[in-house]
Structure formats: structure tokens, C-alpha cells
């Protein structure tokens, strides 16, 4: 058996330099989970290379060469520029991503975007079809692909089928705004099991099927749920996703790391470093962050000159006008903060837009006294399991939003917020900054225990075994030792 992955992106990124096509290792949660698994039973990966044009045969030098590197097939899928603006940056960014995010009035619902959006996900099926061997087990993923099931399933294709939903799933009355909405549940009923990441997300997503399509039947055994339909059963269940905790945290505690936390450190010295790292997106909620920071310096004067709050920002999306304005805000209000509080020594916010390097990453994390992450709504949220990996001297504290789906496991040691409640959050701030080590120790103990526990390969095991698929335990260093 082999495991075919399809997702929206292949593993690496393609770049174009003049003539040439360049490759580099792409990153993320699931990168690092399923490049190990792939190179050691065989397999293959299905996506989009991030080049845009018809002809991918310019490509092909640079995904040999990873194709070697890596031990697994690479199978890329070709994107003119109108199918990336109506399928990925309309369809996918502009309707799917704020509505499961329960920003509903952001999205755009363009019809032609659906669209290209079926052509889409017609153009993967029909490349999976050419690859596909009997007894491969397809694992199709996120939100890019929601309806790709179908396509397969008309196309005659029997076999076991995966789909996993990596942001979260939006109760009844918002997802029944988006047009095509019993399109998009329907074609996820094809697959034989269907992933979430938290439990609130699988209640939504049956809550859907009550409502739009009364005539199937909905059991619930255990932790598992089973749709049944007029053509299959499909199982349902949370799977919340992990990281590769043994690489992070022994990374981390590595000598070049310590070094680089105690230089961090040696920048501000006599500080309590509050740490929040960003994609730039308005699903995190940065604004409201900052705003309740700027309350707790303006309620507890105590934090002046003791407290430095460190906001990564990293570049996405720069040339989309709402993405610029977010980018201006968060710039402002930096300016405004720092403006009102800064004395002499002290400058209450350093603001990081870049992206940062491995190293970089994981000496911000470990000099962090208080890691902050508090998205409006996430399906999951890595950074908040990357900085407790890194806390190995568990001296840290955890702020999260209890809108993140990490809240579900690590709600237990963690500071929870709710992001909008400015009050809230400034008061969770002075509380993380003035805990005692004693106070400390304990709550992230429990932080590293389950992030340990239940990390990316576990997470993959369970999700593969809930579909009768049974592959021996795997362990590593993730995807970039390939490299």
C-alpha cells in the first residue's frame, strides 16, 4: 500500500530566477508529518508547485532533484494565472477562509469563482487518477479541495479515501450563507473518512448535515461518527493536529539556540520578553493583541521598563489591498503604543515584519518569558505547541486564545483569553509577566507533556488507523533532514 497525499501546495516551492526554475523546502505542520512517512513506505505528492503557466516541463530538472533527495514522487499540477486568481486567491481566500473563519462579511462571493473552482479540483482528480494504484490509500487535504471526492467517486475510483479539514468548520447559520453549500457538504461525504481538528468542529459539521440533507442517518460510536448515505459510510472525528516535538525540542535545547536566546535576551536586559509570531492575516487578530497590551501598560504602571513585547509579523499576501491595510494598522498602532510609553531605555514593542529562519524562530521562542497567541478563531495553531517544545527550562507561560483549537488540549495550562476582551487580555498579560518560576514549572510541565504525546506522528497514526490503515510507528527530524 501506498499513501497518496494531495493538497493544495507540494512539499517544495518553485521559484523562477530569469530562465531557470529554482526549489527550496516548503514548511509547515504538515510537511513535516508526511514527507517521513512517504520516503519510508513510498508514495507520492499531489499539488501545485506555485509556478504560474500550462508547461511544467521547464520544472522538471529542479523536482528531480528533489524527488532524489527525498525518496517520493512529486507530481505537480499546472495553474494558469486565472485559475490561481478564481480558485485559489477568489474562491479558496476570498469566500472559504473568512466564512469558516466566522468572518463572513469579508467574503466575496464571486460567482465565477466557483467556477473555477470545480475546474480546479476536476484538473487534481483527473491527476490523481493518472497515478493512482489499487491499494494506495488517498489523503486528500484542507479547504483548497473540498469537493474533490465526487470527481473521484464519478470517475469510478474505489478506493479508501481521506479528507482532512485544517482550519476550522463553521456552525449552520454560517456556513448555510455560503450558495454552493450543499455542493461542498455532499462532495465531502465521498471520502470514507473525514478529519477535524477539534470536536466543536465535527458538532458543526453534523449540525450541516442535520439541516442540509436530512435523508442521511448520523450515529455516533464513541469519539466516531458515521453519516450514512445512499452509496457508503463515511466516519467522522476530530484528529487535532500535532508538530514534531522530539526536532523542536532537541533543537532547541541545543547549544546555537541558547546562545541565540541569551543574545536576544542581552537586548533587552532586565526584561520579561512577551513573544507573538503571525502570519499576516486579519484571522489573528494582532490589532485587538496590541490594543490589550497597550491597556495593561496604561492599567499597571508596574510593567513600565519591565515588560517588552516582541511581535513577529511574517509578509503574506502584501500585494491584496486588505492585507496592506492591515499591514498600515498594526504599524500605527506600534507607533501610537511606543509613542505614549517609551522612555529613555526602553521601547515597550519591537516589531518584526520577516519571515524568520529555524534558528532565529526557535531562539525567539526560548527567550520568550510569555508566549501570546490569540487568534480571533484557528483550526489548530502551531505556534502555540512550537514555543512550549521549546521551553526547556519550563519557565514559560502561555497566553491562547480560547478561540484557538489548541485551546481543547492545552486549556489546562494555559492563560485563556477571549481576543476580543481587551480587559481580559491586558489582565492575562500582568498575570503571565508576574508569575514565579514556582508558579511556572508546573503548568508547562503539563504544556510539554501533551504537546509530546500527542505530536504529528501521532496525529497521523490515529488519522490512518481510524480508516483501517495501519502503518508502523515513525519518528525523526522531519522533512528538512531530507535536505
Given amino acids: 500500500m501506498r499513501l497518496v497525499v494531495v493538497s493544495n501546495r507540494l512539499p517544495i516551492i518553485l521559484e523562477r530566477n ?3 526554475v529554482q526549489a527550496r523546502p516548503a514548511g509547515g505542520g504538515l510537511v513535516s508529518a508526511l514527507a517521513p512517512i512517504l520516503r519510508h513506505h513510498g508514495g507520492l505528492w499531489i499539488g501545485w508547485p506555485g509556478t504560474i503557466g500550462a508547461d511544467l516541463s521547464d520544472c522538471e530538472s529542479a523536482l528531480a532533484e528533489y524527488r532524489r533527495g527525498l525518496g517520493l514522487q512529486l507530481v505537480p499540477v499546472s495553474m494558469t494565472k ?7 486567491r477568489g474562491f479558496s481566500n476570498e469566500i472559504i477562509w473568512p466564512l469558516f473563519h466566522d468572518l463572513q462579511s469579508r467574503c466575496n462571493f464571486v460567482p465565477d469563482y466557483w467556477v473555477r473552482y470545480i475546474a480546479i479540483r476536476h484538473a487534481f482528480a483527473d491527476i490523481v487518477l493518472q497515478h493512482v494504484q489499487r491499494d494506495d490509500f488517498v489523503w486528500v487535504h484542507d479547504y483548497h479541495l473540498m469537493g474533490m471526492g465526487r470527481r473521484l ?50 458538532e458543526n459539521f453534523l449540525d450541516c448535515i442535520r439541516k442540509l440533507l436530512p435523508s442521511t442517518r448520523l450515529q455516533e460510536i464513541g469519539s466516531i461518527a458515521i453519516c450514512e448515505t445512499a452509496t457508503r459510510k463515511v466516519r467522522i472525528g476530530a484528529f487535532p493536529i500535532g508538530i514534531d516535538y522530539e526536532h523542536v525540542s532537541r533543537v532547541a535545547a541545543s547549544a546555537e539556540i541558547a546562545e541565540g536566546a541569551q543574545a536576544l535576551r542581552a537586548q533587552m536586559p532586565n526584561q520579561q520578553i512577551v513573544l507573538s509570531v503571525d502570519r499576516l492575516d486579519y484571522t489573528k487578530g494582532i490589532p485587538y493583541r496590541l490594543r490589550a497590551f497597550q491597556l495593561a501598560l496604561r492599567r499597571y504602571p508596574e510593567l513600565h521598563r519591565g515588560v517588552t513585547l516582541l511581535q513577529v509579523v511574517v509578509p503574506s499576501r502584501e500585494n491584496v489591498p486588505e492585507y496592506q491595510d492591515l499591514k498600515a494598522q498594526i504599524e500605527r498602532l506600534v507607533t501610537q503604543i511606543n509613542g505614549e510609553f517609551t522612555q529613555p531605555g526602553w521601547v515597550p514593542i519591537h516589531h518584526v515584519f520577516r519571515s524568520l529562519d529555524e534558528r532565529e524562530l526557535l531562539s525567539y521562542y526560548r527567550a520568550a518569558d510569555v508566549g501570546l497567541v490569540t487568534p480571533l478563531k484557528d483550526g489548530m495553531n502551531l505556534i502555540a505547541k512550537e514555543y512550549c517544545a521549546c521551553q526547556v527550562d519550563e519557565n514559560g507561560v ?34 503571565g509577566v508576574g508569575m514565579s518560576p514556582e508558579q511556572r514549572r508546573p503548568a508547562m510541565r503539563r504544556l510539554r507533556s501533551i504537546v509530546q504525546r500527542e505530536d504529528v506522528y501521532w496525529w497521523v497514526g490515529r488519522f490512518l488507523g481510524a480508516c483501517g490503515v495501519t502503518l508502523p510507528s515513525q519518528g525523526g527530524n522531519g522533512f528538512q533532514d531530507a535536505f
Wanted: hydrophobic residues 45%; aromatic residues 10%.
Fill in 18 to 20: 530569469g530562465a531557470a
Fill in 82 to 88: 486565472e485559475e490561481v486568481d478564481g480558485f485559489y
Fill in 153 to 202: 467517486r464519478e470517475r469510478g475510483l474505489q478506493n479508501r479515501m481521506g479528507f482532512f479539514l485544517h482550519i476550522p468548520f463553521p456552525p449552520p447559520d454560517i456556513f448555510c450563507k455560503l450558495p454552493w453549500r450543499s455542493d461542498v457538504l455532499e462532495g465531502l461525504l465521498h471520502h470514507d473518512l473525514i478529519g477535524f481538528q477539534t470536536p466543536r468542529d465535527v
Fill in 398 to 431: 502561555l497566553i491562547l486564545s480560547e478561540f484557538a483549537g489548541a485551546a481543547v488540549q492545552m486549556g489546562d495550562g494555559a492563560l485563556l483569553v477571549n481576543p476580543y476582551d481587551l480587559d481580559r487580555g491586558a489582565e492575562a498579560i500582568r498575570q
